[in-house]
Protein backbone atom coordinates (compact mmCIF):
# COMPACT_ATOMS: atom_id res chain seq x y z
CA UNK A 1 0.00 0.00 0.00
CA UNK A 2 1.72 3.28 -1.56
CA UNK A 3 -1.48 5.20 -0.71
CA UNK A 4 -5.10 5.35 0.67
CA UNK A 5 -8.43 6.47 -0.62
CA UNK A 6 -9.98 8.82 1.37
CA UNK A 7 -14.06 9.30 0.74
CA UNK A 8 -15.09 12.50 2.92
CA UNK A 9 -18.25 14.31 2.06
CA UNK A 10 -18.71 12.55 -0.96
CA UNK A 11 -15.67 13.32 -2.49
CA UNK A 12 -12.93 10.84 -3.03
CA UNK A 13 -8.94 12.03 -3.25
CA UNK A 14 -5.85 9.49 -3.06
CA UNK A 15 -3.19 10.04 -0.07
CA UNK A 16 0.14 9.10 -0.58
CA UNK A 17 1.72 7.36 2.27
CA UNK A 18 4.22 9.11 3.59
CA UNK A 19 7.00 7.71 6.62
CA UNK A 20 7.39 8.80 9.61
CA UNK A 21 9.85 6.78 10.59
CA UNK A 22 11.27 3.46 9.77
CA UNK A 23 8.40 1.63 10.03
CA UNK A 24 5.43 4.22 10.16
CA UNK A 25 3.76 6.19 8.22
CA UNK A 26 0.51 8.91 6.97
CA UNK A 27 -1.48 10.43 4.39
CA UNK A 28 -0.39 13.38 3.14
CA UNK A 29 -4.01 15.39 3.19
CA UNK A 30 -3.56 18.86 1.71
CA UNK A 31 -6.06 20.88 1.34
CA UNK A 32 -4.22 24.02 -0.09
CA UNK A 33 -5.34 24.35 -3.62
CA UNK A 34 -8.19 21.90 -3.45
CA UNK A 35 -11.34 24.50 -3.68
CA UNK A 36 -13.99 22.12 -4.26
CA UNK A 37 -12.68 19.78 -0.84
CA UNK A 38 -12.34 23.09 1.25
CA UNK A 39 -15.81 24.42 0.12
CA UNK A 40 -17.16 21.16 1.17
CA UNK A 41 -15.66 20.54 4.45
CA UNK A 42 -16.17 24.06 5.29
CA UNK A 43 -20.12 24.31 4.75
CA UNK A 44 -19.91 21.26 6.88
CA UNK A 45 -17.97 22.52 9.80
CA UNK A 46 -19.48 25.96 9.64
CA UNK A 47 -22.94 24.33 10.52
CA UNK A 48 -21.53 22.87 14.06
CA UNK A 49 -20.12 26.08 15.01
CA UNK A 50 -22.84 28.98 17.10
CA UNK A 51 -21.56 31.80 19.06
CA UNK A 52 -18.06 32.91 18.12
CA UNK A 53 -16.51 36.17 17.20
CA UNK A 54 -13.35 34.96 15.52
CA UNK A 55 -12.17 31.86 13.69
CA UNK A 56 -8.20 31.45 14.55
CA UNK A 57 -5.93 28.93 12.32
CA UNK A 58 -2.50 28.23 11.77
CA UNK A 59 -0.57 29.07 8.73
CA UNK A 60 -0.67 28.00 5.83
CA UNK A 61 -3.04 24.70 4.78
CA UNK A 62 -5.71 25.78 7.51
CA UNK A 63 -5.85 29.39 5.79
CA UNK A 64 -8.42 28.11 2.51
CA UNK A 65 -10.99 26.27 5.29
CA UNK A 66 -10.72 29.16 8.07
CA UNK A 67 -11.63 31.99 5.17
CA UNK A 68 -14.22 30.07 3.83
CA UNK A 69 -15.91 29.37 6.98
CA UNK A 70 -15.73 32.67 8.42
CA UNK A 71 -17.25 33.67 4.78
CA UNK A 72 -20.25 31.31 5.60
CA UNK A 73 -20.54 32.62 9.53
CA UNK A 74 -20.65 36.28 7.86
CA UNK A 75 -17.06 37.39 10.07
CA UNK A 76 -15.47 40.07 8.10
CA UNK A 77 -11.90 38.85 9.50
CA UNK A 78 -9.86 35.86 10.83
CA UNK A 79 -6.87 35.39 13.23
CA UNK A 80 -3.66 33.47 11.30
CA UNK A 81 -1.28 32.26 13.80
CA UNK A 82 2.47 32.85 11.49
CA UNK A 83 4.89 30.11 12.35
CA UNK A 84 7.86 33.16 12.15
CA UNK A 85 8.26 36.82 13.05
CA UNK A 86 7.46 39.21 10.46
CA UNK A 87 8.32 42.97 10.67
CA UNK A 88 4.65 44.26 11.11
CA UNK A 89 4.65 42.41 13.89
CA UNK A 90 4.89 44.28 17.31
CA UNK A 91 5.72 42.17 20.62
CA UNK A 92 4.40 39.01 19.16
CA UNK A 93 3.25 36.37 21.67
CA UNK A 94 4.82 32.69 21.12
CA UNK A 95 4.68 29.21 21.66
CA UNK A 96 6.64 26.30 20.57
CA UNK A 97 5.05 22.97 18.97
CA UNK A 98 6.55 20.06 17.83
CA UNK A 99 4.14 18.78 14.73
CA UNK A 100 4.13 15.17 12.87
CA UNK A 101 4.30 16.95 9.59
CA UNK A 102 6.79 18.78 10.45
CA UNK A 103 10.80 17.44 11.18
CA UNK A 104 12.05 19.70 14.37
CA UNK A 105 10.45 22.34 16.59
CA UNK A 106 8.85 25.36 15.21
CA UNK A 107 7.24 28.51 16.47
CA UNK A 108 3.85 30.35 16.57
CA UNK A 109 3.81 33.55 16.89
CA UNK A 110 0.29 36.14 17.42
CA UNK A 111 0.77 39.43 16.36
CA UNK A 112 0.20 41.95 19.51
CA UNK A 113 -2.67 43.48 17.45
CA UNK A 114 -4.38 40.35 16.95
CA UNK A 115 -4.49 39.50 20.71
CA UNK A 116 -5.75 42.73 21.25
CA UNK A 117 -8.36 42.28 18.44
CA UNK A 118 -9.49 38.35 20.09
CA UNK A 119 -9.26 39.76 24.24
CA UNK A 120 -12.45 39.04 25.89
CA UNK A 121 -13.64 37.44 22.79
CA UNK A 122 -14.67 33.55 21.49
CA UNK A 123 -12.61 31.99 18.91
CA UNK A 124 -12.53 28.97 17.03
CA UNK A 125 -9.60 26.97 16.35
CA UNK A 126 -9.93 25.55 12.92
CA UNK A 127 -7.22 23.33 11.28
CA UNK A 128 -6.95 20.62 8.24
CA UNK A 129 -5.92 17.94 10.10
CA UNK A 130 -5.60 17.15 14.19
CA UNK A 131 -3.05 14.39 14.84
CA UNK A 132 -0.98 14.67 17.56
CA UNK A 133 -2.78 17.85 19.01
CA UNK A 134 0.31 19.46 19.82
CA UNK A 135 -0.11 22.92 17.05
CA UNK A 136 -4.08 22.78 18.35
CA UNK A 137 -2.17 22.80 22.00
CA UNK A 138 0.35 25.02 21.33
CA UNK A 139 -2.78 28.06 19.19
CA UNK A 140 -4.85 27.17 22.51
CA UNK A 141 -2.03 28.74 24.81
CA UNK A 142 -1.54 31.29 22.43
CA UNK A 143 -5.61 32.25 22.52
CA UNK A 144 -5.49 31.81 26.70
CA UNK A 145 -2.35 34.26 26.76
CA UNK A 146 -4.49 36.37 24.84
CA UNK A 147 -7.50 36.39 27.10
CA UNK A 148 -9.42 34.77 24.39
CA UNK A 149 -12.11 31.45 25.12
CA UNK A 150 -11.72 28.89 22.98
CA UNK A 151 -15.49 27.91 21.80
CA UNK A 152 -14.96 25.18 19.33
CA UNK A 153 -11.78 23.45 17.84
CA UNK A 154 -12.80 21.50 14.66
CA UNK A 155 -10.71 20.01 11.52
CA UNK A 156 -11.72 18.66 8.31
CA UNK A 157 -9.96 14.95 9.83
CA UNK A 158 -8.75 13.15 13.10
CA UNK A 159 -5.72 11.33 12.75
CA UNK A 160 -5.06 8.35 15.03
CA UNK A 161 -5.99 8.76 18.25
CA UNK A 162 -7.51 11.67 18.10
CA UNK A 163 -10.39 10.36 16.54
CA UNK A 164 -11.14 9.72 19.69
CA UNK A 165 -10.88 12.85 21.41
CA UNK A 166 -14.36 14.01 22.45
CA UNK A 167 -13.28 17.71 23.04
CA UNK A 168 -13.03 18.23 18.75
CA UNK A 169 -15.36 18.35 15.99
CA UNK A 170 -14.23 16.83 12.54
CA UNK A 171 -15.49 15.13 9.21
CA UNK A 172 -13.73 12.67 9.23
CA UNK A 173 -10.99 9.66 10.70
CA UNK A 174 -7.98 9.19 9.27
CA UNK A 175 -5.66 6.53 10.30
CA UNK A 176 -2.14 5.70 10.37
CA UNK A 177 -0.18 3.13 8.78
CA UNK A 178 2.60 0.62 9.88
CA UNK A 179 4.55 -1.82 8.31
CA UNK A 180 3.59 -5.32 7.95
CA UNK A 181 6.24 -8.44 8.19
CA UNK A 182 6.38 -8.23 4.06
CA UNK A 183 7.12 -4.82 4.49
CA UNK A 184 4.11 -3.25 3.54
CA UNK A 185 2.00 -0.62 5.15
CA UNK A 186 -1.14 -1.83 6.62
CA UNK A 187 -3.71 0.83 8.57
CA UNK A 188 -3.24 0.51 12.19
Request: neutral net charge; proline residues 3%; aromatic residues 6%.
Amino acid sequence: MDSYDLELCGLKRKLPLIPIDNDMAYASFVVLGDVELVSVSAAELSKRIKGIDYIVTAEAKGIPLAFEISKLLGLNEYIVVRKSVKTYMREPLCEVVRSITTKGSQHLYLDEDDAKKIKGKTVCIVDDVISTGESLRAIEKLMQRAGADTGYKVAILAEGNAAKREDILFLGRLPLFRKNEGGVYEMI
